[in-house]
């Protein structure tokens, strides 16, 4: 199989001259495109879909839309341009140029970081596949598919990162990112929130909201790294990230709006009625909130780790927005780590800053998620409702760090086990509120049509009106 390389592949690394990145991607990409067909979004591959292709790094090309198949989406390899002379920001290293080439001595720790952030890619579109049958809207449905070829788009960053720098095993590499599928009892996605089910479109929202801004967070942080292609793959991602946690804010928020105006048009803010009523209550839509931000909390891994300490000392990872800490060195600093004490109670320990880096991150996500909630209950507020969104505790409902298996209530407070298996039903949803959201999950394809739980939404995608036919169905 040949390919025009110039034109199928979008891409700024001169793929065309490089004939043994060509034989490569020619051996991947069938793989790629079964794997499209059989896990991706397939029963809508005759649909044409108004979707969004990047088509170079500049501000004009990056965001070209049109009519595609989803299945002839043009997915290029983009690396943002090479900023002139970039030195090492941080670590050991600090101040040394950046390197072009991968130091054989970090080489299987930066593939093996390179394997996990690319396998979450693939890992969400099987996730989402599904959820196309029960979109609310046009508008939508197109957008599930923009974030759907985006994330594949971001496979193929991730793979080329691997067939270009790391050789046989890179190739290996990238042939089991397609060999391990979400939620497959025999070969899983790497990290657990990758194998939970998405089966519905709140729970898809928050996910876009809250766990694809832990991926923004892992981008920013593999951006400072000193290996200069990842960081420059990564700086370009960030760009696409963007949209997918607009999609999440957004959908939440429309969420939230119906309900409020349903509360409106029932003269009650009772949760049941609500649903009698066909909207989300918002105690339902906290519930969400819960499980997929303290879900999201431990992608970022231990809170006390030696493998963050040497990514850092290292240079392969950095802090996000690394430019706005004093200290890049990091060797002489503490952090104070708020710890359980084995007796009900809370002690602090300062430990090494660089074994806190998974935590300066964790803390720097949770206040830019803060954001969103802060918006959404400015929208209850305005409608004199007495009802507020909070984002639990860090502590609440952990699988990783200091507070694995800590009970705890969403406010940090450390509970009885018994106590927490008693409230669980207050703080996370139960089999019966999944089951009440799915039944609310019917597709909406009609032109100008949308689901009765769900609120349309403020404007359209590229100035275009809300109503517009996103996707054409054949």
Not at 334 to 349: C, H, R
Request: aromatic share 12%; net charge negative; proline share 5%.
């Amino acid at each position: 199989m040949s390919m025009n390389y110039h034109d199928r592949i979008p891409n700024n690394v001169e793929l065309g001259a490089n004939r043994t990145l060509q034989r490569a991607l020619e051996h991947w990409q069938p793989a790629f495109l079964s794997w499209w067909h059989g896990l991706g979004p397939s029963d809508f591959n005759a649909s044409d879909v108004y979707l969004r292709t990047a088509t170079s790094v500049d501000a004009k090309g990056w965001a070209t839309y049109g009519f595609v198949r989803m299945p002839e989406y043009r997915w290029g390899i983009f690396l943002a341009e090479p900023e002139p002379e970039r030195r090492i920001g941080f670590g050991d290293n600090f101040g040394q140029p950046v390197w072009q080439q991968v130091p054989g001595e970090y080489r299987s720790t930066l593939r093996r970081l390179i394997v996990t952030q690319g396998d979450t890619e693939p890992a969400s579109v099987e996730q989402q596949r599904l959820l196309g049958h029960t979109a609310p809207s046009l508008y939508d449905l197109r957008n599930i598919f923009q974030v759907n070829v985006e994330e594949g788009r971001h496979l193929w960053a991730m793979v080329y990162l691997l067939h270009a720098h790391f050789g046989r095993d890179g190739r290996e590499e990238a042939e089991e990112l397609l060999e391990r599928h979400s939620g497959d009892a025999d070969k899983p996605r790497i990290l657990g929130t990758f194998n939970e089910p998405i089966s519905d479109w709140l729970s898809f929202y928050m996910f876009t909201y809250f766990t694809d801004r832990d991926g923004k967070f892992q981008l920013k942080c593999l951006a400072e790294s000193s290996f200069d292609h990842l960081s420059r793959t990564c700086k370009f991602m960030l760009t696409e990230e963007a949209h997918h946690m607009f999609v999440g804010d957004t959908g939440i928020a429309r969420v939230i709006k119906r309900s409020l105006e349903v509360m409106s048009e029932i003269g009650s803010q009772d949760p049941e009625a609500v649903r009698r009523a066909g909207a989300v209550d918002l105690p339902l839509i906290q519930k969400y909130l819960n499980f997929w931000f303290t879900s999201s909390l431990d992608l970022f891994g231990g809170d006390s780790s030696s493998n963050a300490a040497s990514y850092f000392a290292n240079g392969l990872k950095g802090r996000p927005d690394e430019a706005r800490f004093a200290d890049h060195l990091a060797a002489e600093s503490t952090f104070a780590l708020e710890l359980p004490n084995g007796q009900g109670g809370v002690k602090t320990e300062q430990i090494p800053m660089r074994n806190a880096m998974n935590e300066v991150a964790r803390e720097a996500y949770v206040k830019d998620c803060q954001m969103g909630v802060t918006r959404w209950n400015k929208l209850i507020e305005r409608a004199a409702c007495d009802f507020r969104m909070t984002l639990p505790s860090p502590r609440f409902r952990r699988s990783v760090g200091s507070w694995a298996r800590v009970p705890t209530d969403t406010t940090g407070q450390i509970i009885s086990k018994e106590m927490f298996d008693a409230r669980q039903t207050e703080w996370l949803p139960t089999e019966a509120d999944r089951a009440f959201i799915r039944s609310l999950m019917k597709g909406v394809f009609e032109v100008g049509k949308i689901a009765g739980w769900i609120a349309p939404p403020e404007r359209g995608v590229n100035n275009l009106d809300i109503n517009y036919e996103y996707v054409k169905f054949h």
